[in-house]
């Protein structure tokens, strides 16, 4: 397996534009999580989903972000508008617990946002 | 709720000097802990968990209970090791809640 996926692995755009950021998780695995990381707060959970279902999204900062996981090989997470203060890096991670018997989340490489 | 602290946002040590990186964390329940580490503009990746027992890269982690940590740790520190290092909790549906990053710097 290529481990999770995630496009584009950079991205930059103007304030305004809207932003759709891709993962294709491990196959078999039955949960998705979106993080996004700056140096000022760290690793923080925005959503998570359990067999394409959306459990937790307390930490989706705001209306301007939507997750969708419409299969369970495909999940996007949308920014619009874009603001600057959205600069981060986004990274997709999944994991199942069925299989490993324990929750260790596997992580993609990462988005590189920039809004100017 | 659960949370997980690590202390120190930067820990700077010399090679070979033993390295010591700080986790305490708080959880009802009984917890499964883990050590993440990235490397420069690297993916996240697990370096080890506390049901393990094991010791990946000469690091090795123990769980207190009594004292709610799970420091790692590692005799001599090697300039490889330089890093940003995550100590993670795991709850309710496969859930982790991640500590804040320690950033170890090791000098020549």
């Known amino acids: 397996d290529a481990g999770v996926i995630q496009s584009p692995r950079h991205e930059v755009t103007e304030m305004g534009q809207e932003v759709t950021l891709r993962c294709k998780p491990i196959?078999?695995?039955?949960?998705l999580f979106w993080y996004r990381q700056t140096m000022m707060r760290g690793l923080e959970l925005l959503i998570y989903f359990n067999n394409n279902v959306p459990i937790d999204d307390s930490g989706m900062p705001e209306d301007r972000f939507s997750a969708k996981m419409p299969n369970a090989s495909f999940s996007t997470l949308k920014i619009q508008p874009s603001e600057p203060r959205d600069s981060a890096v986004y990274f997709c991670a999944s994991s199942s617990a069925r299989t490993s018997g324990s929750h260790e989340q596997y992580f993609g490489p990462g988005t590189r946002l920039t809004v100017t | 709720a659960q949370r997980v602290t690590q202390p120190e946002k930067l820990l700077s040590v010399f090679k070979g000097a033993p390295v010591e990186l700080k986790c305490n964390y708080s959880y009802s329940g009984s917890p499964e802990l883990f050590w993440y580490v990235q490397y420069s503009r690297q993916r996240l990746q697990l370096l080890l968990r506390h049901i393990s027992r094991e010791s990946i890269k000469g690091f090795t982690a123990d769980l207190n209970k009594g004292e709610t940590s799970f420091h790692l740790k590692k005799p001599f520190a090697q300039e490889e090791d330089s890093a940003m290092y995550y100590c993670?909790?795991?709850?309710?549906?496969?859930?982790?809640?991640f500590g804040g990053g320690t950033r170890l710097m090791v000098k020549p």
């Open positions: 993670a909790l795991s709850s309710a549906g496969n859930m982790l809640t």
């Open positions: 196959s078999g695995h039955n949960s």
